[in-house]
């Protein structure tokens, strides 16, 4: 039976607690923080190595304080993967280990997902090699665009989408004009902070009621694809990506048309 007038809340318990003398086991800050999807985890029995959120995630990578691993196959991560991470594949400890030979490193390991197995035995085989610092975000890829953050596409991705995926639409994000003289095979043209607009049922950019449709986004420098990218991934496009090189390297390697002029 609890005092009388003393609050369920823990965390704000810690003058009443002092004053009557009673002990409780410590609450920690993020006990007390309010619980989002966005910094909760699977939570998993008796792991290996701990999880970490997506905002530590994400924090890490803007930090650069240490690498995450893609431990997927390669031709995974050419097609999508989290902006800043590194792809070693899961049978390639050894690279791990040659790289990054301070077994105090902080390294992060993901796969696809909570259901996917590599993170965690890439990790439990880093242990055994005597590493200290191993996480996994074990939510993985699937969950880190669910949450509506955006990934990138490298050229073999490009490549493989071309050839396999006949629904994918691929967005110019250049000026008007440039997309007008030339441009990838049937791509279509949207620009920073109009993705709210193409996103119209009538407006026919974008599919507005495929919302699993593939969509990647190129342009001259990766940043500007990268930025519309995260405005169209806000619009619950959880499979789209950006295109990380540039629109020279999709003209070398024939993925280019050029427009007949008017």
Request: proline share 5%; charged share 25%.
């Amino acid at each position: 039976m609890k005092p009388k007038g003393i609050s369920r809340n823990r965390c704000g318990l810690s003058s009443v607690i002092v004053a009557l003398g009673i002990s409780l086991i410590a609450t920690s800050p993020d006990m007390c923080a309010q619980s989002t999807v966005f910094n909760t985890t699977l939570g998993e029995a008796n792991p290996v190595t701990p999880e970490i959120n997506t905002e530590q995630l994400k924090k890490i990578l803007a930090d650069q304080s240490g690498p995450v691993l893609d431990v997927r196959f390669p031709q995974e991560y050419a097609i999508a993967h989290i902006p800043g991470s590194i792809n070693i594949y899961e049978k390639e400890v050894e690279t791990i280990a040659q790289r990054f030979p301070d077994k105090a490193s902080p390294i992060v390991l993901y796969c696809n997902g909570p259901f996917c197995g590599k993170s965690k035995r890439v990790s439990a085989e880093l242990v055994k090699r005597g590493y200290t610092n191993v996480k996994r975000y074990q939510l993985g890829l699937p969950v880190w665009r669910a949450l509506g953050n955006t990934v990138q596409t490298d050229l073999a991705g490009v490549q493989y989408v071309m050839a396999a995926d006949k629904t994918a639409v691929f967005v110019d994000a250049r000026s008007r004009a440039d997309f007008e003289q030339a441009s990838m095979l049937g791509a279509v043209n949207i620009l920073a902070s109009e993705a709210e607009q193409a996103n119209e049922p009538t407006n026919g950019r974008l599919p507005h009621k495929d919302k699993g449709t593939r969509v990647i986004v190129f342009a001259s420098d990766p940043k500007d694809a990268r930025k519309v990218a995260e405005e169209i991934a806000k619009k619950a496009y959880w499979n789209s990506s950006y295109f990380g090189g540039t629109t020279d390297e999709l003209r070398a390697d024939g993925l280019w048309q050029q427009k007949k002029s008017k």
